[in-house]
């Protein structure tokens, strides 16, 4: 007769824990998310009832945005995506810090690379800045019309949400600098703050394409 294995309660124990098993940090991460598209779901569907009740307005409206500046905007951010996802890249390798020199860009570690996502993610809400003043010279103030408040409250809360971002890279950051050894708790927030940083990237396209390219 052939060997029997007896499976023991502590080859059992042994076994459940060799099972991987998703972060719960990034799962509650991952579910958070799932409700912020909710909530600016219902900020799209504004845009949309707007378009479609006040036609006219919509046109009139548009016409005052700057789409080249705002392309440029568009574009810094998305490529704060890209330097994100470079510095999880080093987190997942356990590289807090740059091993060679400042130009030597593949060699940089998690920190180098959230300090210039932070920086492209400042510029960009600094640029939502200058636009509203502009905006607001132009004759467009929040409480000029229904779709200056559409505009304003949208773009408003994505910048709030970004805002949020570059107040968790300080964070993740500075954790960084705290601990002696850069370990999976660390690489698993830089994780986290980068499923973030690509989901108000995301959203903030979708607004882009339907507030200055939809006409």
Known sequence: MG?????????????????????????????????????????????????????????????????????????????????????VFAAERFQSYRTGGFWAFRKWGMVEWFYLTFIMGAVFVSGQVWEYSQLVAEGLPIDSNSYASAFYLTTGFHALHVTGGLIAFLLVIGRAYAVKNFGRKEMTTSIVVSYYWHFVDVVWIALFLVIYFLK
């Not at 990034?26 to 569907?45: D, K, N, P, R």
């Not at 810094?76 to 890209?82: E, F, H």
């Open 3 to 87: 060997n029997v294995t007896t499976t023991t309660p502590a080859t059992y124990s042994q076994a459940m824990r060799s099972v991987k098993r998703p972060d719960p940090v990034a799962v509650g991460t991952i579910v958070w998310l799932g409700s912020e598209v909710m909530f600016f779901a219902g900020l799209f569907a504004i845009y949309f009832t707007l378009r479609s009740t006040s036609p006219e307005l919509w046109a009139a409206e548009t016409a005052k945005l700057n789409i080249p500046y705002a392309t440029v905007n568009t574009i810094i951010l998305v490529l704060s995506s890209v330097t994100c996802q470079m510095g």
